[in-house]
C-alpha cells in the first residue's frame, strides 16, 4: 500500500513557477515509478510526467517539455515537479500517481494522491 499526499500548488501569474510536492507513504516508495498527471474542468486526466523507480528515465507530454521537471528523492519518499514558465492551458488539478513501472497510461497506475490545484493567471 502506498499513501501519496501532494502540495504546492496555488494561484501564479503566466510566466511564473511553482514546484509541487508528492510524499509518499510507506517502506516500498523506491520500488515505485512516479507520475503527475492533471485534470483540467470539463477535459479529462492526461498525463505530464512520469518517472522511473530509479529516478533515471524521464518521460513528459510534449505540452510541458522543456518547462516542467520530475525529480524523486527516495530518501524522502518524495517525488516533486518543478513547474516554470507556466502558461494559463496549465490551470488543472494535479495528481501524483505511483505504479510498478512509468507509463502515459492514467488507469494503469495503482495509487493516487487527493490532488492539488494549480491556476495561472493571464
Known amino acids: 500500500q502506498v499513501q501519496l499526499v501532494e502540495s504546492g500548488g496555488g494561484l501564479v501569474q503566466a510566466g511564473g513557477s511553482l514546484r509541487l510536492s508528492c510524499a509518499a507513504s510507506?517502506?516500498?516508495?523506491?520500488?515505485?515509478?512516479m507520475g503527475w498527471f492533471r485534470q483540467a474542468p470539463g477535459k479529462e486526466r492526461e498525463f505530464v510526467a512520469a518517472v522511473s523507480w530509479s529516478g533515471g528515465p524521464t518521460y513528459y507530454a510534449d505540452s510541458v517539455k522543456g518547462r516542467f521537471t520530475i525529480s524523486r528523492d527516495n530518501a524522502k519518499n518524495t517525488v516533486y515537479l518543478q513547474m516554470n514558465s507556466l502558461k494559463p492551458e496549465d490551470t488543472a488539478v494535479y495528481y501524483c500517481?505511483?505504479?510498478?513501472?512509468?507509463?502515459?497510461?492514467?488507469?494503469?497506475?495503482?495509487?493516487w494522491g487527493q490532488g492539488t490545484q494549480v491556476t495561472v493567471s493571464s
Open positions: 510507506g517502506r516500498t516508495f523506491s520500488m515505485y515509478a
Open positions: 500517481a505511483a505504479d510498478r513501472r512509468a507509463t502515459m497510461i492514467w488507469d494503469e497506475y495503482d495509487y
